[in-house]
């Protein structure tokens, strides 16, 4: 364990470094100072003065949440510009970059094997973050690509890849935590609370979350109904901690359709925020 800690902390700062050079090249090209990359960047100064000190006393967890923090800040800025700019048409490339960023943590963990549960050394707040902000990421990307009809007609097979992707970093996010159950060892001061929580309804980014994957299911229906089915590897669950997938084909209906009656439930709890008809034609036929 401790050969495996001290090949995270070498990697982590080889990491730090190559994002601080990345930070400095946005910085220079924006010709003003941000605060994301203003912070993303103190973030990552702080973790190459951990880095210098002794690595086998260095703390893996602290050093990759350090990391992860800045990650998200300086892919934050990236995306802003992006959504400013309505998504131009040469973005899959840098969509498919800032995606690998925010994917970078948790294959570090993976790779050396740190701890079963990725939550362990990341948590789940930080592991729901980047699962959120690769499903958001793709879900404004795909919204931008439904607007464009010639490119669909030409690419709706690379459109169906991202709704993939997408839906399974939302529904990934709302998978980390269990919803609470309740019962009587369990007291709440608000009911309506406790009925959101008990429907793994931890924030409005969680709902947010639901609501994406549901119209990015519709928009599979939609542009993507005649092409033949995929395997993909995906928990279909909406609510309910699981750290593990399995090989099946998404079906854009089904898993729509699980999503639709969850909100449908939260619905009746008389939730202000979430509208009455979120998906229009997801229970039509194809």
């Excluded at 800690?5 to 990697?11: H, T």
């Excluded at 959101?196 to 994406?212: K, Q, R, V």
């Amino acid at each position: 364990m401790a050969a495996a800690g001290s090949s995270v902390v070498k990697r982590v700062e080889e990491l730090g470094d190559l994002a601080q050079a990345h930070i400095q090249q946005l910085s220079e090209a924006a010709g003003e100072d941000d605060h994301f990359l203003i912070r993303a960047s103190a973030a990552l100064e702080k973790l190459k003065l951990l880095c210098g000190e002794d690595k086998e006393c260095s703390n893996p967890s602290n050093l990759l949440e350090l990391y992860t923090q800045a990650i998200l800040d300086m892919t934050y800025f990236e995306e802003n510009k992006l959504v400013d700019e309505d998504f131009p048409e040469d973005s899959s490339q840098k969509v498919k970059e800032l995606i690998g960023f925010l994917s970078e943590p948790e294959i570090l963990v993976k790779e050396n094997n740190m701890h079963p549960k990725h939550s362990d050394l990341l948590g789940d707040e930080l592991l729901e973050c980047l699962s959120w902000r690769r499903g958001a990421l793709l879900y404004m990307y795909c919204h931008s690509l439904t607007k464009r009809r010639e490119w669909l007609t030409r690419k709706s097979s690379f459109l169906k890849k991202y709704l993939v992707d997408g839906i399974s970093y939302l529904l990934q996010m709302l998978n980390y935590r269990c919803p609470i159950q309740l019962n009587e060892g369990v007291s709440f001061q608000d009911l309506d609370t406790a009925k959101l929580l008990s429907e793994g309804i931890f924030s409005d980014i969680h709902l947010l979350a639901m609501m994406y994957s549901g119209e990015m299911c519709y928009w599979g229906l939609k542009h993507c109904a005649d092409q033949q089915p995929e395997n993909h590897e995906v928990d279909t669950g909406v609510s309910g901690a699981s750290y593990t997938t399995h090989e099946e084909t998404l079906d854009f209906r089904e898993v729509g359709e699980k999503i639709l009656k969850n909100l449908i439930i939260l619905q009746a709890l008389n939730i202000e925020f979430i509208p009455s008809s979120t998906f229009p034609g997801m229970l039509s036929s194809t």
